[in-house]
């Protein structure tokens, strides 16, 4: 009751009181919130989809609570691997001798694996190629070896290289994403006999986007639905389901890793392409609608995000390249032969927008304040194409999870549309001393017009 107001308590008068309330709230205007977070009831413990190539979120649950990743992990190892053999530590054709460490843990046929022979080389090719369909733990390790010298430095790597990447939440005890039980105490040095590798939906997105964005090439392997392994009876079947012709077969899916241990439950980062978007899903401990951890739902729930994704958003070119912008299509120039010099947009600013928005967004230019002297001039000379500033967009109205890099902006650049050079002295001097009589002949006009 509202202080100072008396209401008899009738209970007609309550009734009356009730009805207009809620006449009064249904005129209420409720924001539309585009980015709900239970809009797609995503029965997972966390859950996220992002646009790769801006890192927009677009749905997110529980996403920065650290949970079991499985084998998830491994593309953490992937990362290092091309690294390494981006700086030429390593070769595709290296050949690794298997340890007995790595023996041992690939013949044990409860964990995903090919069997490795100790004593036996392999290149690191073949070595990536199980790891990368067949989720392979023991030519995990091996890998690992063949990169620091044991489990133990390389582990040691994962957790600097999160830190590098800006990740948060995490924790790598080893290279595959195993618990530390499955290794029969060899785990890795300043690790617990029952670690197990934990991270955030959120990192762990922003580690499959900063992999994509690195070594695209990581999706030649892992879009591959099979494949043969030496001499093996059958063929390696990669345990991303979603690829063309297995069982949860999802048109544009070309990666990227699944996971599953007791502790991570079911889990999978997924990644598609469609109509030039392509999107990163992660599910943590994904469950099926009877409430078991299943393939059916991991692969039923990262679904349902890729579905909302494209259906929902697009890319779309917000501005066009040479764009002039309303009320600065030229900025003034000093010092120049002439006195202004027209910009424009360098090129086109797509951004992700929601289907029917293209028209909701403001251009928002920003003026880089270097390029400008004290009195709010550009000094010749400038070059043709120098930027003196970005164009970005803003939208109004949405509910907005931000982006995955939280600092992230998303603009072009705006540049001159042609060169100004300096002006010689005699031209600066003519100037100056134009401008002299121009101010003294005004000075004289106030004066004279003071006297009547």
Known sequence: MLEGLHVKKSPKVLVSLSIAILMLLSLIQIPDRTYA?????????????????????????????????????KMMTEYLMFEAIKEKKITWDQEQIISEYVHQVSKDTALSNVGLE????????????ALAIYSANGATIAIAEAIAGSE????????????????????????????????????????????????????TAKLAAQLMKDYPEVLETSSVPTMKFRD???????WNKMLPGLDYEY????????????????SFTGTAMRDGMRVITVVMNAKDSDGNSS????????????????????????????????????????KGKEKSVKIHTDEPLK???????????????????????????????LKKGEQIGTLGAVQEGNEDFGFLEKDYTQTVKVVTTEKVEKANWFVLMMRGVGSFFSDVWGSVTDMVKGWF
């Open 295 to 334: 393939d059916k739902g991991r692969f039923g729930e990262t679904k349902k995000l890729m579905d909302y994704a494209f259906t929902n958003f697009s890319m779309k070119e917000i501005f066009p390249k040479g764009y002039e912008i309303k009320g600065h299509k030229s900025l003034p120039v000093t």
């Open 351 to 381: 951004m992700l927008i929601k289907n029917g928005d293209e028209k909701s967004f403001k251009p928002v230019f920003t003026i880089d304040k270097k390029k400008m002297n004290k009195d709010g001039m550009l000094t010749a000379p």
């Open 37 to 73: 977070k239970d809009s797609l009831n995503i029965n997972a413990d966390a859950a996220i989809v992002v646009e790769a190539s801006t890192g927009k979120i677009l749905y997110a649950k529980n996403e920065d609570t650290a949970l079991g990743i499985a084998s998830m992990t």
């Open 118 to 129: 100790v004593g036996k080389p392999y290149t690191i090719r073949e070595l990536y190629e």
């Open 152 to 203: 133990t430095k390389f582990v040691k790597m994962m957790n600097e290289k999160a830190k590098e990447l800006g990740l948060d939440n995490y924790n790598f005890v080893n290279s595959t994403g195993l618990n530390n039980q499955s290794l029969n105490g060899q785990h890795p040095e300043g690790t617990g006999p029952e670690d197990e590798s934990v991270m955030s939906a959120r990192s």
């Open 232 to 238: 093996l009876i059958g063929e390696m079947t990669n």
């Open 251 to 266: 048109p544009g899916v070309d990666g990227l890793k699944t996971g599953t241990t007791d502790f991570a439950g079911r």
